[in-house]
Structure formats: C-alpha cells, structure tokens
C-alpha cells in the first residue's frame, strides 16, 4: 500500500505548509510470541514490551487491561494497537484483532461560538474524508458570549452548556459515523481550533474571569484531555487537544490560524485577520509575533444593521452600484427574493456608496437622504424596502475604526509601518466571502498587490488538521501561543486616539491605498 | 524546621537499606506574581511555569482547573500544591491555600490475602505515623485464593470482590483518619504490597489465567493507577502504585520482600523465603536473582491439620517437650486456655518430638501410638484432646519437602551449593512468629550462623513504604521484578523427584544441617 507522508495547504498557487505526517494517534500491527511456560510474560507487558521503544513512556490504562488479554487471545496473537499521545508520553487508546491500521480515523474540529464545523480525517493519509457542521448548540442559552460567560459562572450552567457543546459535537460525529460507515469509538484522536471562552465551555472550565480586568482564563494550554472526561462519542481514551491560547481574547483558533498561514515561519512581515464576533489581528514574521482584539464583529453580523441579517438564504451578500446611473445590481444567498443584507453586503454597500460619490470620505451622505435603497419594496420579499442607513454606516464605520487603530498601535509598537506588510491573510468565514476590493476600499483590509492577499478559509479547522496530523505542528502551536506579545487595548491610551482619528474611507492617509486613491481620482472624487 | 532526608530498615543491628527521601508525592509552597494587564498568563499555566522546571512533565488533571483558580485567588497567590508521579512525569493532584508542608501523608499497604494491614506514613519525615488491619473483606466470598479467582472470571464478580477488598481499605483508611484527625483526601499517594491475584482483583482485572498453565496475568506492572479508577478514600487524584509482580506466583509483595531486605543490592549469595498460603523463594544477590514458588502453605496454616487453628487468641503457638519426660510445656496466645494448634505450634510440635525421639527422621512414630496428645482434655477449652497426629505431620513433611525440593532446583540451575548461602532472610507473619530453631530443626529453613538469619517481619509492607517514599526504591522494585528468573516448579521433572526424595527430617543430607546433627547426636538419636 503506498502512503502519503506528508500534509500541505496550498492556497492561490502558493504550499503556505507542508508538514511530515506524524499524527496524534497511530497504529501498528504486530505479531506477539505466544506465552508458554518459556515465556511467561504478562500479556499487557508483552504488549508493551513490543511498542515501547517506538512509543516512549507508553502505559495502558486500567480499563484495558482486560481487553488486552481478550483480544491477545481471541486474535491469536496477532494485533492492531492503537496509541495516542498522552502528556509527553503515549497511551494505548485500543487493542484491534488483526490488522485494521489501514482504517485509522481522526477529527479535527472548528468550534465556533456560532457554528461547529467537524473534519472526518483519514490519519493514513490525512485526507479529510468528510465533514459535517451544525450550529452550537449552545445558542439556545445564548446567542452572544457574554451570555454564556454569564451562565457559566454556577456549576449548574457551566453543565448545561458544556453538555449543549458536546451534544452538538456527538450529533456531528453521528451523522459522519452514519454517512462513512464507522461507530463513533474508532475516532482515536480530536483536536479542536476555537477562542478560549469556547475552550473553557467545552471542558467545563469557568470563563468568568474572560471579560473580568485584567482578563485571566483559567488555562490556556490544556493538553491532552481524555474524550470520557468530557462524554464525546469517540474512542474514550481518544486524547482531545484544544489548540493553546494566547490569552482570553487571542485563543486557540488565532493560534491555528497562524499555524495555517505559515507566517511563522517566514520573513517577511505579514498581518493576519480574522474578524468575526470579535475582530483579532496579529502581525509577525518568523522571528517575533505581537496581537490584539477587541469586539469588532457586531456591525457586520447583521444583527446591528437596520436590515441586517446572518449569511442565509435571501441574504444581499453582493452589492455594485453603478456610479453614473447610481442603479444597484444585487445578488442574494441561493438567489431567493432579498430578505435582509448580510455582512459581506454591507461592506460592498458603503464600498460601492463611497465609490459613487454618494457618501463622502468621512461616511456621511452627500445629499440630503440619509439613507439609500438596496432593495426596493417591490422587489423584497419582506414587501418593504431594505435599505443601507446613516446609522449602519456610523457602526461599520466605527468597527473599520477600530481595526485600523488596533493596526496601528501594533504597527507601531514594533516599529513598522503600514508599507512594511508583504503579506495579508484574511482568516474566518467572512474573511472568506467579503469582496476583496471592497474591503480594501473601505480600509478594511490593506491595499497591497492582491497576490499577496490571501484568503485562508476557514483556518480554525485547518489548523485543527495540521495538529491532528502533525506532532511538529503541534510543536509549532504552542511556541506560537508562548511566542505571541499581546496588546491589550481594553485601557491603551494610544488605541483610544487612534480610533477616534481613524474615521476616514479607506484611511485617514490615503497613500496607504494607492489602487483606493487611483480609482477615486479616476471617478473625480479626489482632487489632488 | 529540621527535617529527615533518608529512610532506613534496621533489623538485628543491620543496617538493611538506607535510602534518600524522595517520595512518591510531594507538597510545595509557592508564592506566585498576581496577574495583571501586563501579566496576563492564565490560572493554570502560571502555576505550571512556576512547578514544572522542578516537575518534569506536569500536568493539571482537568477536573482541578477550577479549583486552581479558585484557590490561587482565595488564597492571594500563596499556596501549597501536591504533585505525584503518574506515568514518566508528574500530575497535580491538589493546591490548598497557604503553607501546608509540614502536613503531608501517603499510605502503604501490605495486602494480603487474608490480612490488610495500612501503614499512615509521614512524607515530611518518613516516619510511620499509625497503622490500621483488618480481615480482607474478600474472605466473605472464599477463603481460598482460588475460589476468588473462579469467582473473578465473570465480571460482576470482579466487581464483587474489587468492592470488598477496597471497602476493607476504606474501612483502614477511616479508621486512620479519625484516631489521627485528618480526612481521607490528604493522601495523596498509596503504595501497595500484594501477590499477583491480589493485585488483579484490588484493580478489577480479571486473574483467570494465573492458575492455568502456563499461568500468565494480565499485568505485572501496572504503573500509576488512579484513586478515583478504585474508589478508594483516598484524594481521587493520588497515584496507587502496586509493587510489580514477576509473574503469577512470584507478585509484588515478594519484590516489596527482597526490596526491603536489600539481598539485591550485596554481593553475597542470600536466600529469601516467604511462606505464608503460597511459599516464594528467592535465590540471589546483586548480580542475578532467581525464584519458584508453589501452593505451600495450608499444611501451616492451621486449616489442615487435625486441631489446627489460625493465630488467634487461644492457639497453641510454642510447643517444648521435655525429651527424657515427654512432658509438653506450651503456651496460646493471649496465655487462653487451649483451642488448637496454629502454624509455629505445629512446627515445634514437629521439631519437638523428633528431638525428643518419638518421631524418626522420616517423620513417622517409632512406638505404638500414631498421635501426640499435646493439650489433654482436662486442660483444653475444648474439653477434648488436642493432638498432633500422623497425617498432620506427613502434611507438614510435605511443605518441607517442597520448599526443600524448590531451593535444590534454584540452587542447581544457578549452579550453588547449600553452603554458599550466606545470609537467610525470614519473610513474612509466619517468618515472624516461627521458632527460629524448630524452623531449622524439621530442615524449613537452612542451619546458618544465627546472626545470618534475619527475620523481615511484614517485608511487604516495609517494601510498600519504601516505594512510597523513594523513587530511587521505586526503580529498584521494577528492576527486581524485571531481573529476576523465575523456575516454573509445575511441570519440572527435577522438582518432583528431589520432593520426593527431600522426606526426611530436616533433610536427606544431614551434612547441610551441622547445628541439628550435633543436637540429635547429644540425645543419642544419631550413631555417627
């Protein structure tokens, strides 16, 4: 049988990682000697006695022992093991007859504090054999985090919504058991990419102190926790691996995402984002790492906007506005009639409106509406008009703000400047499918050479992957989560000043986006 | 506060083993920087940064998270953590406010198959602080060892005799706690002295198989199990560590043996006994060990014989016979008046009336009567006769055979003779109650120099206490159990012919037994 062994993202042309498979979990076959009165070994110390030496400081927990001497037994000797890291040592996770290590099943999983995204993974190969995603079912107590922060402070709550996680996560792992044909227990590994309150909320940790000054998690590296300890429907003695966090704004889905981007390994300086409920940005190259965060996300939710809505059928997600005619041409989510505008929609809304003359540099309306029409009544589904308001503006606008602050204060707080960025990566689903022009227009994103622009998708689970995979990557993600300097902003002076004087489309300098400036010149809004 | 930096065993003058402390948990003070803006490091890796340059490996069990955070704030940062071995590395397995140094307990047990004895051990000083025994509450459901293991193949059964032997433990560890005022969870490490099926059954595996040839266990060295996988009343997180077995007959409460006798760590030739249900025997010194064992013991433990008894109040445990009278001067337990003969009773009874000529060599009566009135009924509690009869004796000239038998086939397969034994050493209750002369007398134990044979008293429980409070002696046990050889004696052709042929009194070869020759040849029982 021949075997992949190695596992790379390539994005837009370019291998961004390629690491050596060398996964969590493993699987080997093996042929013991049978015992005689020669031979006269304990079956779990021969057992070990055959894997030791690869696997160092591997132990076999109580509740197989029995099983070690059934299937010894019952397979005639003849055995598939099946070990997995365990602190800095490895356990045995099965006892298989035969040989099974050509099926051999992980899951890498992108928890979101909206949406889990769970990544079937074939650790022979490390191909992703399926996926399948839900909403957290954690919502039903709370559709925001503080909320469930809130809830999490009792016992009781902090049950309730770790047993709604799971749940959700079992429900995944179910619906891939059923649709490839495995049960759940030959998963013998999980890794998980997501922020530290949802880290905190699957292991039944207290997130309390995350929106506490000065902001202290109770871990942000957990290490290996057994599956039986939290109820996933895998193998229970699989490990689960929570990608480390910085802190309790910068967690373990940032860390994968820079694992993902490979900008840690490389010299040039790059700026990461991932603006989602909340907005972090890092920026660093091989030799240091510095971040920051901040709620930035709310205004581009849809739950903000006056006719805001989340990325779902009926959703404006693409505006143009023709800048003669000022005519819109829209698209919707699955084409259906126009319900709302979701995220992406609004940006290409005050993108096109700036480009059109219709609002100014500074966000306000030329003319005396202060509002403009994206979808007239007529043509809605709702039967009213769905329109882009001065308020709608006002919040993008201070979200826009606030990332260019932080920017910013980071740019400066290691002595770079805009111009010194080679490379942006864009992580997260908005990321994914906001129009690139549009957020560089409104200086959103930075204006560089769009092939050094790039979109990593959804680089939370990606990351998951590469650990799920990898032992280097996973060495990589902790150094990443020690190497990181974080800004906090929740009382930096600088940041507060650089928000209030950031409120200019796409920057208050406008040659840091020189393709923004030549397309305002040739349209006869600039005047230099 | 001036503190002991080793632990020694001491017996007759001789210093057995000297070791340095450096047990299996350890307690550490800690005055940690409070979090800030600027020192934003989580709850549980800020405690790990501080332990693990000193704690290779350390880990924070999950369910702790809480209570870390929770105690470094209550506690304002200054705090006592407890730390235990757990595979290669360590695991916390408690923090408590402030300094709680001078307060830290572990629990040794010698278990036994009819005994439980726990030992409350000080890890500050090494010092026994109390000790607790009782009755193995498995004893309910078969006396014999046997009956347990065919009760322990279905797994209810298992779960049957697991509960009992870890409620008799419980029961230990509460009576402990109240006559010393502490609760069960302040220790945090336990260490056990037991044979291979006790051990099994204490974990819950099944010990089918170690009474079917060729008698292989499920596990020899089952490493750190934890308290909470038991249930035992102890810190859930305390590592139990089970001295290692060699193999179905030879178990952990035989290396705890040689452990604490330190035969492995001397040049010289030394032979181990412990005869208790089983017999064990070790042949050895630090450059190879040697051993067999075999169903030795119920002809000495008071269950066969005609009048016997276990030691208990009322038994007849030293036996004199005048020989020119014949008259019988004995003592019982507890000066009671007579209820039956226990083991050391029926050894001297044996070795007695050999030196009083009423028994020949070959262990049989020279006169008429073919029994041995030792209580008459007029002194008994019984108002019977206590008597020690032929098919007793032929019993106990059984076990003596056997042992004789199983020391000349370690001694030949290493190539020794008899007289290079050097030093003797006397294991277990029985070794401690035997008398020493009567034992050498009917050829039980070798005729040395008597200030070479030592008497260990409960050397399971002494090797327990060492691995409790010195890796050092924790490594040694598994060096033990891994080095030494062991003569399977059940199918061995040599055995079955030498125990036939080793029927006489004290043995085939009077040569090796100088002390015993010059008594009989005194009374006229030998013509040299």
């Known amino acids: 049988m021949s075997v992949a062994n190695n596992y790379s993202i390539i994005l837009q042309n370019r291998v961004l990682v390629d690491v050596n498979l060398n996964p969590m979990s493993q699987k080997r076959y093996i042929e013991l000697e049978q015992p005689s009165l020669l031979n006269n070994q304990a079956d779990v110390d021969r057992l070990l006695g055959t894997l030791e030496n690869r696997y160092s400081g591997l132990s076999v927990p109580l509740l197989l022992m029995n099983k070690v001497s059934e299937v010894l037994r019952n397979a005639n000797w003849r055995v598939t093991a099946t070990v997995a890291r365990s602190g800095h040592a490895w356990q045995l996770v099965d006892i298989e007859p035969g040989d099974t290590t050509n099926r051999h099943l992980g899951l890498a999983v992108d928890l979101g504090t909206t949406t889990v995204v769970g990544y079937l993974v074939d650790m022979v190969t490390g191909k992703v054999l399926d996926m399948a995603a839900d909403f957290n079912g954690q919502a039903a107590y709370g559709a925001d985090i503080l909320t469930r922060i809130y809830l999490a402070g009792t016992t009781s709550g902090r049950k309730q ?80 691996y929570c990608l480390p966090s910085v802190g309790s704004y910068v967690g373990g889905d940032i860390v994968a995402g820079i694992l993902a981007s490979g900008l840690h390994k490389k010299p040039e300086l790059a700026l990461f984002v991932d603006i ?22 709310p205004a581009l939710e849809g739950g903000v906007a006056r006719d805001g809505m989340r990325a ?3 959703a404006v997600y693409q505006v143009r506005i023709d800048p003669d005619t000022r005519q819109v041409h829209y698209r919707t989510i699955d084409g259906r009639k126009a319900v709302g505008i979701c995220g992406s929609g609004l ?68 002595g770079s400047r805009m111009n010194d960025i080679s490379t942006f990566y864009a992580a997260g689903a908005f990321g994914q499918y906001l129009d690139l022009e549009s957020a560089i227009t409104i200086g959103f994103y930075p204006d560089l050479p769009r092939e050094r622009m790039i979109r990593l998708g959804n680089s ?36 507060m000043n650089k928000f209030v004087g950031s409120k200019f489309l796409p920057h208050t300098n406008l040659d840091y986006y020189p393709t923004v400036k030549e397309k305002m010149i040739k349209r006869g809004l600039l005047h230099d």
Not at 461 to 490: Q, W
Request: hydrophobic letters at 45%; one cysteine or more.
């Open 161 to 240: 919504l770790q047993q709604a996680v799971v749940d959700t996560l079992n429900g995944i792992i179910g619906r891939l058991a059923q649709k490839q044909d495995f049960y759940g227990g030959a998963i013998s590994a999980v890794t998980v990419g997501a922020n530290s309150t949802m880290v905190h909320l699957l292991l039944g940790v207290d997130p309390s102190r995350i929106c506490m000054a000065p902001y202290i998690p109770v871990v942000n590296l957990p290490g290996y926790i057994s599956a039986s300890a939290i109820g996933l429907a895998v193998n229970p003695r699989a490990p689960i």
């Open 276 to 297: 989602g409920t909340n907005g972090e940005i890092v920026l660093g190259n091989n030799e240091w790492l510095v971040a920051c965060a901040g709620a930035a996300g």
């Open 312 to 314: 779902e059928p009926g």
């Open 347 to 414: 940006v290409d809304c005050l993108a096109e409106l700036m480009l059109a003359g219709v609002i100014d540099r500074a966000g306000k309306f030329r003319g005396a509406d202060k509002s403009f029409v994206v979808v007239p009544a007529a043509d809605s589904a709702t039967g009213k008009d769905i329109t882009f308001t001065q308020t709608d503006i006002n919040n993008i606008m201070r979200t826009k703000g606030a990332v260019n602050a932080a920017l910013e204060v980071l740019l400066e707080g290691v």
């Open 460 to 495: 939370s689970g990606e990351g998951a992957k590469l650990v799920l995979l990898s032992e280097e990557s996973r060495l990589e993600a902790e150094e990443i989560a020690r190497n990181i300097t974080y800004f906090e902003l929740n009382a930096n002076e600088a940041f």
